[in-house]
């Protein structure tokens, strides 16, 4: 699946998010257990180093056991005091990590006078403990032990004050990160749409947009090169309609001459000669570049806008039904069969000239280059807001290559130009410019299998506006 890179930063943007998230989680829990815990086993080791220190020598009275109750009171920590090992169980019934308090092991350490720390859960308190039992030694031999323990606070308890403050700032921070990386994905993202949207109208043949900007960076930069293309692209497709009208005017006044001498001449000649047979060849190829013309004409006036559309509600089943008419003599002589499957009462809004030349250049194409014997099959049917207009033939196939530049001036698929089908090869570009003045889409797919079609999506009439 290819990302887009707008979608690149995004997941970028989240990533580090949640980078960020699991981070802050690890370093509270290595805080609580680096600092706090830490903290906590090295004050009862203390505390309970200095505590047996003092009890060095002599007997565990009564008195030294009510000191170190005492202390137990004004400490932070619980503070049991016993004779034998045995009897801390008594004072202290509970399991840690569900194991006994003390065990063998435990026990060899203490009989050498090392103190051992004991740290684990304990289901009774419902929390972690922290604690150590250190043995107290008399002369000769050991005469008591010292457990000194405290249950540890919840991670929530120990960051009670510092979560809100973290909390806040992680916001802020978060609030700031977001409004920056939003400024920047519009500073960045925002032109480069445009930027798409406008690329897309040239290669569509509109050339007139513009992307206005100020940047220095490299989006300007692009910005400033597709602006320079954008405007070389246009002056060259001016130059271009400026010659083709020049030279349409300019041939006009001697092709009327040519046909006019032409037909003077025939007339004067006797029929079935040579000559007249070369005059007919000649009025025939003046007929043509007369029609090539009035098409390039025709074609510059509807890019241009010079043509105004003579907007009124159209039957636009009616009008297919009769340019479908004007094609019964040439379908007959080629043994063409044609469908026609239409809706009645579809209306749309638009010119009727214009959109009956529509139909009739697309018919008069698909019967130039149908099979013969072959068939033609035509659709027009109601799809949401538009009006649906398919043609669809047998015959000559257009490669994927070709599909796209089909409505170019002059330009035919058949690529020896031949005149067996006669044609300018402006047809579809005329269709294509009427289509676009009518907020309608052209669009043409061709397969070797279902033949070549053509579909024009034009929009209804709208019942408010045209009320």
Known sequence: MKMTLSKKVLSLFFLSLSFTILFSFFFI???????????????IIYQGKRTAAHYHYGELSNDIIEKIQWYNVVSEYEIVVVDQLDDLPSYFPYQVNYENLVDAEDRKLLDKGSYVVKKGYVKEFHREIVGAIFPIRGKDSLIGFIYIYVPLAAIQDVFRESIPLLAAAGTGF?????????????????????????????????????IETERNDEIGQLADAFNVMSSSLEAQEERKREFTSNLAHE????????????????????????????LDTIEKEAARLSKLISDLTELNHL?????????????????LVDTVDLFRIRLADRSLRLTLDSEEDIIISGDPDRIQQVFYNTIDNAVKYAATGGSI???????????????????????????????????????????TTG?????????????????????????????????????????????
Not at 29 to 43: A, G, P, R, V
Not at 386 to 409: A, C, F, K, M, Q
């Open 29 to 43: 829990h290595f805080l609580y257990s680096k600092l706090y815990l830490e903290s906590i086993e090295e004050s």
């Open 174 to 210: 978060f609030l700031i990160l977001f409004l920056l990386i939003n400024r920047i994905w519009n500073s960045l993202f925002s032109p480069l749409r445009k930027l798409e949207r406008l690329a897309a109208n040239v290669s569509h043949g509109d050339y007139s947009g513009r």
């Open 251 to 278: 041939m006009r006044t001697p092709l009327t001459y040519i046909s006019g001498y032409t037909h003077a001449l025939k007339q004067k000649a006797d029929s079935g000669t040579e000559t007249a047979s070369y």
């Open 303 to 319: 890019q241009e806008g010079l043509f105004t559309i003579d907007e009124q509600p159209i039957a636009v089943a009616q009008l």
């Open 377 to 419: 099959l035509i659709s027009l049917s109601e799809r949401g807001k538009y009006v649906r207009y398919v043609i669809r033939n047998e015959g000559l196939t257009i490669s994927r290559d070709d599909l796209p530049r089909v409505g170019e001036r002059f330009f035919r698929t058949d690529k020896a130009r031949t005149r």
């Open 423 to 467: 044609g300018t090869g402006l047809g579809l570009s005329i269709v294509k410019e009427i289509v676009r003045l009518h907020d309608g889409v052209f669009s043409m797919d061709s397969d070797p299998e279902t033949g070549t079609s053509v579909t024009i999506d034009i929009p209804l009439l709208n019942e408010e506006a045209g009320s």
